[in-house]
């Protein structure tokens, strides 16, 4: 498939390649300065267009564009696939979870609640929640699809525009959402995309039109893009880095433990920013558990997206591959072992694809790179605990806190572990789950405001306090006589 967009002020320069094929996918032309400078000006008209509607008619625009989102699913999913390697059973649900996340919003519209405040008599004090105004979005391209809708539906939902920046890698996606959601009714220039590589995103970021920013993406360019926003004060929502520990005791159902562990890690070929690529497994079961992990591993399909059996894909490029590599050689050269995978799958040709085997890699040790930094790819690396102090101690060295896994049958123990353990979300005896009425944040390097639930309502909306004097008498006045 070969899409290029309406003639514009530059040669098209954003080409994507398939990581399946190699082939081109698509030719897009870049947006320029001038014409982002452009979107955002349309932006703050439509902006005043859809604040002025009434809650339930924008209510209504996003109960649509849910609709439209569910019956263009398949489509949808495949752009996604062809652009990232993204399997096309994930993708499919990542639409339908899109979709749902549009319906939830579309509740939300007539729910942004001030409050009345206590006051001195003949004085009446309240509150209104104001939308920012224009919010910029830049998605990544791990779930540009997901993205594109669920990190705009809060600044939608609490009346603001949006122009989103999705990664050069994959723009398709978040271009047929921009036609989905006019065709559900939002008034024009509401949501826009514009399509370029990171100077547009930082361009998008420094803007002073610009009201709020929603970054994700990783820790090095949203500390730039946090820098950029605080020249002009704009709120922030920063999803970042992770390198989320999942921690297995010895009572953990083993079998359940290493299916949610494989599943946790290589879901999306590992490129997401929650995945559990640490794995701190008891020193009691750590031989046991681990060969539960690799039997498993050596079952799991790797192959071309687009065959429903398919449960692993390839990485999105050729730099994210290399990097893959490049941690998993470095891990090998510091000492550890190779337990499985560690280059591409035998069944796949040399020639094609963008194809890493599920790799599991053993005595990990914490000061090590591959324990340290994120690997955005199918890698788990296994360390072994002897005590639960230690288990916390381990689970919390580290720069990254945004999500982290328990796996034991102990209730109390799940508790002391939650309480301690430093980052936004912990699990229970599950992989990762991710909801639209969940927050979702980060601690210490991974972020900043929580992206769903209730929580995110703050980030996309300005508090207003109204105060009225309504006693009878004259003006109390601290100054006689004037």
């Not at 939300?108 to 910029?136: A, C, H, I, W």
């Not at 920046?165 to 065709?183: M, V």
């Not at 559990?276 to 992990?293: G, I, M, P, Q």
């Not at 337990?339 to 005595?363: C, K, Q, W, Y």
Request: glycine share 10%.
């Amino acid at each position: 498939m070969t899409r290029t967009l309406e003639p514009a002020a530059t040669p098209a320069d954003i080409i994507v390649v398939s990581p399946t094929s190699g082939d081109t996918v698509a030719t897009l032309p870049s947006a320029t300065t001038a014409e982002v400078d452009a979107a955002i000006a349309r932006a703050r008209g439509a902006q005043r267009e859809w604040w002025g509607m009434t809650s339930d008619a924008r209510s209504k625009v996003l109960w649509r564009w849910s609709e439209l989102l569910d019956e263009h699913a398949e489509e949808l999913a495949t752009l996604d696939a062809r652009c990232t390697g993204k399997v096309i059973r994930d993708g499919l649900s990542e639409v339908r979870t899109a979709a749902r996340y549009a319906r939830y919003w579309a509740g939300q519209t007539d729910k942004l609640f001030g409050d009345q405040l206590n006051d001195v008599p003949g004085r009446l004090s309240y509150t209104l929640r104001e939308p920012l105004g224009v919010f910029g979005v830049i998605i990544p391209w791990n779930a540009p699809c997901l993205g594109s809708v669920s990190r705009t539906l809060p600044p939608l939902g609490c009346g603001n525009a949006v122009i989103v920046k999705p990664s050069e890698f994959s723009p398709l996606s978040a271009l047929r959402n921009a036609e989905l959601a006019r065709e559900a009714g939002m008034p024009e220039h509401l949501y826009q995309v514009v399509v370029g590589a990171g100077d547009i995103g930082a361009h998008l970021a420094a803007h002073p039109g610009v009201d709020g920013i929603s970054f994700t993406g990783s820790v090095e360019t949203g500390r730039k893009v946090n820098i950029a926003a605080a020249a002009t004060f704009k709120r922030t929502t920063l999803e970042l880095g992770g390198k989320s520990p999942v921690i297995v005791f010895p009572d953990a159902d083993l079998d359940e433990a290493a299916l949610g562990v494989l599943i946790g890690i290589l879901m999306n070929a590992g490129q997401i920013c929650a995945a559990n690529s640490r794995l701190l497994v008891h020193e009691s079961v750590a031989e046991e558990f681990t060969a539960k992990l690799l039997e498993r591993a050596q079952r799991v399909e790797v192959g071309d997206p687009l065959d429903p059996r398919t449960q692993v894909g390839p990485v999105v490029c050729r730099r994210q591959y290399d990097k893959v590599m490049d941690f998993i050689a470095s891990a090998e050269a510091e000492g550890a072992t190779i337990a499985v995978g560690g280059g591409r799958p035998l069944h796949l040709s040399e020639d094609r694809g963008l194809f890493i085997a599920p790799t599991i890699i053993t005595n990990v040790r914490p000061d090590m790179r591959v324990s340290r930094e994120e690997v955005f790819g199918p890698v788990l690396g296994v360390s072994t605990f002897a005590t639960e102090e230690e288990a916390i101690e381990l689970a919390n060295d580290s720069e990254f806190g945004l999500s982290s896994y328990v796996w034991t049958t102990d209730g109390a123990r799940l508790h002391r572990m939650a309480e301690r353990i430093e980052s936004g979300v912990v699990h229970g005896n599950t992989y990762l789950v991710m909801d639209v009425q969940l927050p979702f944040g980060g601690f210490k390097n991974s972020g900043v405001s929580n992206a769903f639930g209730n929580e995110a309502i703050e980030a996309c909306t300005q508090v207003k306090r109204v105060t009225v004097r309504t006693g009878a008498g004259p003006l109390p006045s601290p100054w006689p006589g004037v």
